[in-house]
């Protein structure tokens, strides 16, 4: 007969722990197809950023030169060439503002009404004609009856000013010419202005000047710092404010460790305080010292860097001999 079965028989099996996964069952996480756009995006972002900042300044340079070097006309409408007598053509070479004076190159044409056509096929002036500068310190120009378009060079005083030299980048300067032609029997002659400009770190803008007499034509001239050089400017006070606070911090660092006197970072400390000298005279049209420009940044630069290197060196210095006095007093173990 069968027995009936025990109590311990009825209990059920332990529970086994459950086997591991060998390495070649496991299942390999799925990525996302998300992960692999985001350096994508991110690079295509910065070459989208790049392309815009490339174009901008692209842009830029091209409308400084589109203004900077054009010429303009004062005087005469062109379209009256019968009427028109004498061109006077005026090309700024340079603005000394050391002098206060403009080098200034004045070529003198005449116009249809006043030319006359040699055999060689040359145009000369028909008649004598004398030109006047209204403005002060000049000479009485005499244009020959039979001669050619001449070429002179003046130097033009600057007769105002919205402040001095030392208000660089900012500073704005100004003068006025005009011009009055007559002939040898006192008949006044209608005269166009064109005007350009070569100096490269100044911006010129001509205006036309609204003068007495209604046979002369003027030019208002206003001087002003050019695009590119009121940038360049300003960057070069910001990064001289940048390495400032980049040296003060990492005197901060080196004071707070306490790990003594760190030579290449002290070096690196005195190089850029002799750097931002050199930086500063590299700054475009050389400003005087005490310019607008070292008020803001360079003195302030100067002084903080000096100080920064200071302190640093003081408290590695305090440092060192702290390690040192320390060390004096510990013995060997025999």
């Not at 033009?156 to 040898?184: C, K, N, R």
């Not at 910001?238 to 003594?260: D, S, T």
């Not at 690196?268 to 005490?290: D, K």
């Amino acid at each position: 007969m069968l027995s009936a079965p025990r109590e311990t028989d009825l209990v059920d099996d332990p529970p086994r722990p459950a086997d591991k996964p060998s390495k070649m069952s496991r299942k390999i996480p799925q990525t996302s197809g998300r992960l692999w756009l985001r350096p994508a995006l991110a690079y295509t972002a910065s070459a989208v950023v790049l392309a815009v900042l490339i174009a901008a300044g692209v842009w830029l340079y091209t409308n400084e030169g589109v203004s900077h070097q054009g010429r303009k006309w004062a005087g005469v409408a062109l379209a009256d060439r019968a009427r028109m007598s004498l061109y006077a053509f005026v090309k700024v070479q340079k603005v000394d503002l050391g002098d206060q004076q403009l080098v200034v190159n004045l070529t003198l044409e005449p116009a249809k009404g006043l030319a006359k056509e040699t055999r060689t096929g040359d145009e000369v002036f028909a008649q004598d004609v004398r030109l006047k500068g209204t403005y002060r310190d000049t000479e009485t120009i005499l244009l020959t009856k039979g001669s050619s378009a001449q070429n002179r060079q003046y130097r033009l005083p600057i007769i105002f000013g919205s402040g001095p030299i030392s208000d660089y980048p900012f500073d704005e300067y100004g003068t006025v010419i005009t011009w009055t032609a007559s002939t040898s029997d006192g008949n006044q002659l209608p005269v166009a202005t064109s005007f350009e400009s070569a100096d490269p770190f100044l911006a010129i803008d001509p205006i036309v000047y609204d003068s007495d007499d209604p046979e002369s034509v003027g030019l208002r001239l206003q001087i002003s710092r050019s695009r590119s050089t009121l940038i360049l400017a300003c960057f070069m006070m910001v990064a001289m404010w940048a390495l400032a606070i980049a040296v003060l911090a990492g005197a901060r660092v080196l004071v707070r460790r306490h790990e003594g006197l760190i030579w290449p970072a002290l070096g690196w400390m005195a190089a850029t305080l002799f750097a931002l000298v050199g930086f500063r005279n590299a700054a475009p049209g050389s400003p005087p010292i005490g310019s607008l420009m070292d008020y803001a940044a360079f003195f302030w630069a100067e002084g903080i860097i000096a100080a920064s290197l200071t302190w640093a060196a003081m408290v590695g210095f305090r440092d060192e001999q702290r390690k040192l006095g320390h060390s004096n007093w510990v013995r060997p173990v025999r």
